[in-house]
């Protein structure tokens, strides 16, 4: 009796059955190989949308398919509900956070589940679960012993509409807070950093020991990181008269070789010294000017070559340490802060910026470096005459050619690594005026956040102590649960939180009232889902060595910077700590495409959102899942077909008609005898195990839309067999084999139709996502025959079956024989043989 397929029924049915059986609860097995696959995961924002059905279908398919291959798999899920996010929307809906947060993280949990992802639901977490960032305040202390965590007071990004400080990398575009894209301010504050740049030379060698990320990713943070080469270069201050100070200022430089080209001296507006070279001058007036325009610019507007550069005359001077002349210092706003000391060496002939200083305030350009076809180089090679603004020039000039006005370097072929800069540096070292350096573009990570959202930073502020850590045993330090974020409360608005004692002198003190970045939180995450019930320990070594490092993270590509350099960051200290044995916590890193409608990503800001629940209840989770994985390669974008769902389901439904009658029509058959009885049966037993090796080969290799695209041809397959041999002439033991194949084969993709199709019609004792993955056999695609098509002069005349492995001379035997009427009257001039393809002859 033909069954019909119901979704809706079977999907849920299944979905408590797995539940009760603990199909997915999964512990340290050392007689397996382990696997463990984890997507980033989500903020609890609502309800799931396509993006979430995307990213946790391609992690749930990699995950099912390492099972059935025998490994231990590690498939967890938790959610990132610390952050400005939660705070942000439940301000929005009058609510308080936590209430909004766990509201949602049970409406995506509900989602997730009728999905069918086979999660570990045993070590589920949430960031803002005090079991979990108990042990992030507990990884501060350590971070803070080991001389990883500071407080000083420094520039900031701040974000006026989140009403907090921001991370450098939180600073996206042109400036904006890329949670709400407000325009970023800097403001003078006293915050916490972890010190990433202790690890910024690691960081940027161990990108070259991973392989299986995506070379974009690699380049983004290696960018990001910025290692230059150069010096550093002490400036002595003077008088107007040239008199020279004990006092100096250092710059850092990629050229110390154009050194020679110096004529200016640049501060950034931020620099600490301006206010004290101006207080009280003539020159305050200009200077503050700079200071306060620039101040309401972002860092990016103020780096923009096109923009306008603004300055201002301090009345102060230094020397250049190679020619002993003197130099005006300027501030500048075009300098910033947060790249090497925030003071610049203005060689206007070699940086377009300098230059178009240089041009607006009438300042000196000495051309230090030229190309040897440059008109300019005969007349300066030899000059003993100092040429300064005697050039016609637009832009500044020559990255590399030969030194010229440099004194006694005058003549040295010099350029970015050039022999110049190794000369000059050595020069410098020589005298004790600067030394060969290195710079990162990476800056300590700011964690510290103004808002109530978030993990508390465990330390406290003593009159007569300073600050000090809270201690291990008072910890965790609680987030309370009565301050009102609608009314804009923090938790410098409780006294109750904030008062406490000193826990070295027993005084009265203040506890720390800002709390963590919530990246602070997805930094270590992964590692929490090795043990996560210890209550003891952040976690077991011997557990956290058996699973990670992770085999597949799946996320997005706008976390390349952010969250996984961060990720890294933490796993080399907790190396060192001596918690792991590795140093780089994702082995393999896929990032996946948007899903867009109309051209479009999809958002609710854009209204064209479509809902996954409204797919699920009109067409079932595994018409989605296959619909999702099949429109597009999974690392790029999807563009949304309300009719590519219809097919898929019209597909699906295709395979249940042919593995429900396959169970009827082989019931009590003999089972498959290894060799197919005739030539239907070997076409059909050559394409099920060529489909075995595709799909194989392809989720190994991420190409989940192409190995659905080959279940579509295995099925097609199949009928083409049932449809070419009549009923009562079939193999029954093959169409069963492949039936059963077709099942297994299915299970990654469409979780529950392949279990009811498994234990409820072809009669499986277990479930199907325990049945080991179809092996294939290379030697079952090897046809006994093949054919080939034979040409004459160019035209295909016809087609001739040959064995397999029939040598040149019989195929070319064969060929004659069948085109022999085409070449009645004529001259055979050449035979051309191309195995397993074609015949060619040549006839006059």
Known sequence: MARQY?????????????EADGLYTVTEDASKPKYYCLEMFPYPSGDIHMG???NYTIGDVVARYFTMKGHSVLHPMGWDSFGLPAENAAIKSNTHPAKWTYANIEKQEASFRRMGFSYDWSRRLASSDVDFYRWGQWTFLQFWERGLVERKKSPVNWCPSCKTVLANEQVIGDGVCWRCKSVVEKRDLEQYYYKITDYAQELLDDLDEMPGWPERVKTMQANWIGRSEGAEVDFKLCDAEGNE????????????????GCSFFLLAPEHPLVHEFVHGTEYATDVMGVVGAAAKATAVERSMGE????????????????????????????VLMDYGTGAVMAVPCGDQRDFEFARKYDLAIPPVVIREDDPLYEQLKDQSERVVNDVDWDVAHADEGIMV???QFTGTPTGKHGEGVTAVIAWLEERGQGRGSINF???????????YWGNPIPAIHCPACGLVPVPEADLPVVLPDNVDVTKGETLADHPEFYETTCPKCGGDAKRETDTMDTFTCSSWYYLHFCDARNDDAIWDKAKADYWMPVDQYIGGIEHAILHLLYSRFFTKVFRDMGLIDFKEPFTNMLTQGMVKLDGATMSKSRGNVVAPEDMIAKYGADTLRAYILFMAPPDKDLEWSFEGLDGMYRFLARVWRFVDETA???????AFSGSPADEAGKTLYREMHRVIGKITDDIERFQLNTSIAALMELTNAAYDYRNAVPEGSRDLGLIREVA???TRLLAPYVPHMAEELWREVLGGTDSVHREVWPVFDPAAVVADEIEIVVQVNGKVRAKIKVPAEAAKDIIEAAALEAVASWLDGVEVKKVVVVPGKLVSVVAK
């Open 6 to 18: 119901d979704p809706h029924e079977l999907e849920v049915k299944w979905q408590q059955v797995w």
């Open 52 to 54: 979430h059905v995307r």
């Open 245 to 260: 100070s004990d006092e100096s200022i250092t710059v850092f430089t990629t050229r110390p070789d154009t050194l020679f």
């Open 307 to 334: 923009r306008e550069k603004n300055g201002a005359f301090t009345g102060r001077y230094v020397i250049n340490p190679v020619n002993g002349e003197k130099l005006p210092v300027w501030v500048s706003d075009y």
């Open 405 to 407: 006005q440099s004194g």
């Open 441 to 451: 573009r990476l800056r300590d990570w700011l964690i510290s956040r103004q808002r």
């Open 664 to 670: 009827d029509e082989s019931a009590g058959a003999p």
């Open 740 to 742: 059963e194949t077709l």
